[in-house]
C-alpha cells in the first residue's frame, strides 16, 4: 500500500478520479444560476406583474434544477461504484494476507475487512471530487454575490470564518480521540477472539475496553456536537446580517427585495457547501489517521 493516503487514492482510482473531476466542475458553476432566476422572478415578473415572465423565469428555473439532479444521480453512482470497488479490493486484500502468525491479530483484521475498508473505500470515492465540488459550488456563489451587492455579500461571507475556526482548534483533539478509538477497537476484537475469552480476566480485560470505548466516543460527540451548535448559531447571524444590511440598503433605496431574497437562499446554499468542507476536513483528518493503521497492518503482516 502507498505510504500516503492520496498516493493510494491515485493508485487505486486515479482514472476514475478524473472523469468524476470532471463531471463535477459541469456541476459546481449552475449553483449561481437559481439565484439570478430568484433575483428575476421577485424584481421583474412580480414586481411588474408580468405573468408571462414569472411562468417563462419558472420554466427555466425548472430546467436548471432537472439538469442539477439528473448531474448529481450521475455523479452520485459513479461515486458509489469507486466506493465499493475500492472496498472490495482492500477485504480481498486482507482475507489473502496469511494465517494470524503472519503479524497481524486477528481481531484487527477482522475489524479491517468487516468495516474499516469501507471507510476507507467511501473516502476514496469523494476524496478529490467532492471538495472539488463544495469549492466550486462556495466559490461560484461568493462571486455571484459581491458582483451583484458587494457590501451584503462580504457581510454574509465573513460569518463564514469563525465556523473555520472553530473546526481548525476542535480537529486535531478529534484526530486524537479517533485514533485512540481504532486501537482500542482492535484491542476488543483479539480479546473476544482469544481462546482464553471464558477466562474471568480475559471477561475484565474486555469490560475494561468496552468503558474505554464508550468514554471515548462520548468525549467525541460532545465536542463534535458543541462544534455544530456553534456553527448552526454563526449560520442564523449571518442570515440575519442579510436581512438587516439588505433591509437597510432596501429602505433607503439603494437594493432590490429581489437581490435579499436571492441573497438568503445563496446564503444557505454556501453555508452547506462550506460546512461539508469543514466535515470532510474532519474524516480527511481521521481518515490519515486510520489509513495508517491499516497501512502499518498490511506491512506488518508481510514481515
Known amino acids: 500500500m502507498s505510504p500516503s493516503l492520496y498516493g493510494y487514492v491515485l493508485k487505486v482510482s486515479g482514472k476514475q478520479q478524473v472523469r468524476l473531476g470532471l463531471l463535477t466542475l459541469v456541476v459546481s458553476p449552475l449553483a449561481s444560476v437559481p439565484l439570478e432566476l430568484q433575483r428575476k422572478i421577485v424584481n421583474h415578473a412580480v414586481v411588474g406583474d408580468a405573468v408571462e415572465l414569472l411562468l ?12 442539477q439532479a439528473g448531474l448529481k444521480f450521475v455523479r452520485d453512482i459513479y461515486m458509489y461504484r469507486i466506493a465499493e470497488g475500492v472496498t472490495r479490493l482492500l477485504r480481498k486484500k486482507f482475507i489473502h494476507l496469511g494465517p494470524p502468525d503472519a503479524g497481524i491479530d486477528d481481531g484487527t483484521k477482522q475489524a479491517i475487512i468487516s468495516s474499516e475498508s469501507e471507510k476507507v473505500g467511501g ?24 458582483v451583484v451587492e458587494p457590501l451584503i455579500a462580504a457581510v454574509a461571507i465573513a460569518f463564514l470564518v469563525p465556523s473555520i475556526v472553530i473546526v481548525g482548534f476542535a480537529q486535531p483533539i478529534l484526530n486524537r480521540l479517533s485514533r485512540s478509538k481504532i486501537t482500542v477497537v ?3 476484537g483479539e480479546s473476544v477472539l482469544g481462546d482464553g475469552r471464558s477466562d474471568t480476566g480475559q471477561g475484565a480485560e474486555s469490560d475494561n475496553l468496552v468503558e474505554r470505548i464508550y468514554g471515548l466516543r462520548i468525549r467525541f460527540a460532545n465536542i463534535k456536537n458543541a462544534t455544530k451548535s456553534l456553527n448552526q448559531l454563526i449560520t442564523g447571524l449571518g442570515l440575519l446580517s442579510i436581512l438587516l444590511v439588505g433591509g437597510w440598503l432596501a ?16 446564503y444557505e446554499r454556501m453555508t452547506n457547501p462550506t460546512r461539508d468542507l469543514l466535515n470532510f476536513y474532519r474524516r480527511l483528518s481521521m481518515m490519515r489517521v486510520q489509513y495508517r493503521l491499516l497501512a502499518e497492518a498490511a506491512r506488518v503482516s508481510r514481515q
Open 56 to 67: 417563462a423565469y419558472g420554466g427555466m428555473y425548472l430546467v436548471v434544477l432537472l439538469v
Open 123 to 146: 473516502f476514496v470515492a469523494e476524496s478529490i471530487s467532492l471538495p472539488l465540488l463544495q469549492v466550486g459550488t462556495v466559490l461560484s456563489i461568493a462571486t455571484y454575490m459581491l
Open 251 to 266: 429602505i433607503q433605496g439603494r437594493t432590490e427585495i429581489g437581490i435579499i431574497v436571492a441573497f438568503m437562499s445563496g
Open 186 to 188: 482492535r484491542a476488543l
